[in-house]
């Protein structure tokens, strides 16, 4: 089954604690993206990344890293996450050129 | 870069009426328009798209249409069901070789009364 997965799906942590967030795709997509949802804000890009080792900057990357080893994961890193953080995450990726953008799950983060 | 803006941010509307939501963008050389329906708790899942060369497209009971010159495109819903209720989400793109990022507008959050 052709799929986006995230791991975890439900986070509670402390402000400072560096955490991970797993992303994964199997459709051998190129292209890959992270989100952050906030209420009335709607999907703000974090990073993305065209393709393996190249990765950019997207609207609020501030507080975040991200690497692009393989073609089929890209983590989200927070090194020191702080509570304006909080938030709902999605990964998504999809093939280059138009078509379908595949979300994955979400991840809810709650830093305290 | 991109900037989206979408109407309303809520709309109520009783069970076989129809609902419009309505989206502005800035930059002329944008492309491609997705709407994204994200009901509670799931993912934003594609439900329709348009590209720059069609001014309307339609699935069944949703259509979308774009006018260039306003830069200005729409999602219609019509005979809305319950199940219709999601936040709706449209985007603008410039999709060639290379550039494959999404503009999102800031969402609608549809409510379909029985």
């Known amino acids: 089954e052709a799929q986006v997965t995230q791991n975890p799906r439900y986070l509670i942590t402390v402000t400072g604690k560096k955490l991970t967030v797993t992303c994964s795709q199997n459709?051998?997509?190129?292209?890959m993206s992270w989100y952050r949802q906030d209420p009335g804000l709607g999907l703000r890009q974090i990073y993305y990344?065209?393709?393996?080792?190249?990765?950019d900057k997207g609207d609020v990357p501030e507080g975040y890293k991200v690497s692009r080893k393989e073609k089929r994961n890209f983590p989200l890193i927070l090194e020191s996450p702080s509570p304006n953080q909080t938030s709902l995450y999605f990964c998504?990726?999809?093939?280059f050129g138009i078509g379908e953008q595949y979300f994955g799950p979400g991840t809810r983060l709650t830093v305290t | 870069g991109e900037n989206v803006e979408q109407h309303p941010s809520t709309l109520s509307v009783q069970e076989g009426d129809s609902a419009v939501i309505k989206c502005t963008y800035s930059?002329?050389?944008?492309?491609?328009f997705p709407w994204y329906k994200q009901e509670l708790g799931k993912r934003p899942q594609l439900i329709i798209d348009?590209?720059?060369?069609?001014g309307e497209k339609k699935d069944q009971r949703i259509a979308v249409t774009l006018n260039k010159t306003a830069k200005h495109f729409s999602l219609h819903i019509t005979e809305t069901q319950p199940e219709d209720s999601a936040v709706y989400f449209c985007?603008?793109?410039?999709?060639?070789?290379?550039?494959?990022?999404?503009?999102f507008g800031t969402g609608t959050r549809l409510t379909v009364i029985p």
């Open positions: 990344s065209m393709n393996v080792e190249v990765t």
């Open positions: 459709m051998n997509h190129e292209y």
């Open positions: 930059d002329s050389a944008s492309n491609y």
């Open positions: 348009i590209r720059s060369n069609v």
């Open positions: 998504a990726s999809k093939a």
């Open positions: 985007a603008a793109s410039l999709m060639q070789t290379g550039a494959n990022n999404l503009f």
